[in-house]
C-alpha cells in the first residue's frame, strides 16, 4: 500500500528464504476481507476452507459454526505470496538482513550498517527489537509451542472443515488443517508446566496428551520426533495505547490477543492497512494518530479474548466450555464476532 501510495518502503527481511512463521495459520472471514482491500483473494491463497469452531477438553466435545467462511493457510505460503505482491507494487526488499537496534529515525542491522528512515514500521511479530521492546513483568508465565502434523487421511477426516481448541490445564492448543493438507498445532502453555516435564517439550506433549483423550489421537498423528517451535515470554493482552510521529507499531508489537481468539493475523493485516493509510494521508506524523486509532480498534478484541481465556484456564471454564458450544451454538459465533478487529 505504501509502494502503490507513491512511497519508497525498503522492508528489512532477516530470513534469506520465506520460511514458516510460529503462528497458528487462521485466517478469519474478516481477515480474508482485509486480504481482498490488498487484492488478494481466496483463490489466490488456495487455503483450507474452515466454517466450524470445536472445543476438547477432556473426553467432552462441542462445535458450531464459524460467522463466516475462514481459512487455515501456512505463514510460508501467505508470506511468499505478500512478499511478491510487494515487490511487483515497488517496495525494496532486503533479505537476511536482521535488525540489533531500532529506535524513530534509525535501524542498526546486525553487521553494523545504520539506515535512516523517515517512518519506522515495527512489524518484528511476538520477537521484540532491541531499542523498541514491549514491557515485560513477571506475570508473563505463557509460551508458546507448536508443532506440524503430516497430511494424512486420518487428519483429514478428524478436522474436516474444523478448526480444534483444546482446552487443558495451565493452557490450549488449537490444530487447523493447512494448504498442503498437513495440520498446525500451535499451542500456549504455562512455563511451570514445562518445567513439570523437566524442560522437555515432547516430555511435556506425551503428558498433555494422557490427560486429555482427544489431544492425545491428535498427537498420536504426529512424526515420532517432531520438530517443535518455541517462543517465550509472550504479553498477552498488552497494546500499545501511545507512539510517537514516525514510528508505526504493527501486529504483535502493537497488541497481543490472546490465541485462543485466532485473531493474531487479523490484527497483523489489518494494521498494516490502518499504518499505511495513516502515512498516506498525514506521512510521518501520522504515527501517534494510528497507534491510537488501533489501540481503540483492538480494545474490545482483546479484552474479550481474555475473558474467555481466563474462563478457559479454571477447572470449571474448561468443562463447561463444549458443553455450552452444543448447547448453544450462537454462543460461538457470539464469540468469535467480538474478538475480531473491525476497521
Known amino acids: ?39 488478494v483473494t481466496s483463490d489466490d491463497l488456495e487455503g483450507h476452507r474452515i466454517d466450524r469452531v470445536r472445543f476438547l477438553a477432556g473426553s467432552s466435545r462441542g462445535e458450531a459454526l464459524l460467522p463466516g467462511h475462514a481459512m487455515g493457510i501456512s505463514r510460508r505460503r501467505l508470506d511468499t505470496l505478500l512478499l511478491a505482491r510487494a515487490k511487483a507494487a515497488g517496495a525494496r526488499i532486503e533479505h537476511g538482513c536482521g535488525a540489533r537496534h531500532a529506535e524513530p529515525g534509525w535501524v542498526t542491522l546486525v553487521d553494523g550498517a545504520m539506515i535512516a528512515c523517515e517512518s519506522l514500521f515495527l512489524a518484528t511479530g511476538k520477537r521484540d527489537c532491541r531499542g523498541m521492546a514491549r514491557p515485560h513483568t513477571d506475570s508473563d508465565l505463557a509460551l508458546g509451542l507448536r ?4 497430511a494424512s487421511a486420518a487428519l483429514t477426516r478428524t478436522l474436516g472443515s474444523a478448526i480444534e481448541l483444546h482446552l487443558f490445564r495451565g493452557g490450549y492448543a488449537g490444530l487447523l488443517m493447512q494448504e498442503d493438507g498437513s495440520g498446525n498445532l500451535c499451542m500456549t502453555v504455562q512455563k511451570s508446566r514445562l518445567a513439570a516435564a523437566d524442560g522437555d517439550p515432547r516430555k511435556l506433549l506425551a503428558g498433555l496428551g494422557d490427560e486429555s483423550p482427544h489431544l492425545g489421537a491428535r498427537l498420536a498423528l504426529a512424526d515420532p520426533m517432531p ?6 515470554a509472550v504479553p498477552y493482552g498488552w497494546r500499545a495505547r501511545h507512539s510517537e510521529a514516525g514510528l508505526f507499531r504493527l501486529g504483535d508489537q502493537a497488541a497481543v490477543i490472546p490465541s485462543l481468539a485466532g485473531e493474531g493475523m487479523g490484527i497483523a493485516l489489518a494494521s498494516g492497512v490502518m499504518a499505511a493509510r495513516h502515512w498516506r494521508s498525514a506521512g510521518r506524523a501520522g504515527g501517534t494518530a494510528f497507534q491510537a486509532d488501533l489501540a481503540r480498534r483492538t480494545r474490545i478484541p482483546v479484552i474479550a479474548a481474555g475473558g474467555v481465556s481466563a474462563l478457559a484456564a479454571t477447572g470449571w471454564g474448561r468443562q463447561a466450555a463444549p458443553w455450552l458450544l452444543a448447547s448453544f451454538p450462537t454462543l460461538g459465533a457470539m464469540i468469535a464476532q467480538f474478538t475480531r478487529i473491525a476497521f
Open 147 to 150: 508443532l506440524r502434523l503430516p
Open 227 to 232: 520438530d517443535i517451535d518455541a517462543i517465550g
Open 1 to 39: 500500500m505504501l509502494a502503490r501510495g507513491g512511497a519508497q518502503p525498503l522492508l528489512i527481511e532477516r530470513n534469506r528464504e520465506t520460511g514458516d512463521s510460529l503462528c497458528g495459520g487462521f485466517l478469519s472471514w474478516r481477515s480474508l476481507e482485509t486480504l481482498m482491500t490488498l487484492g
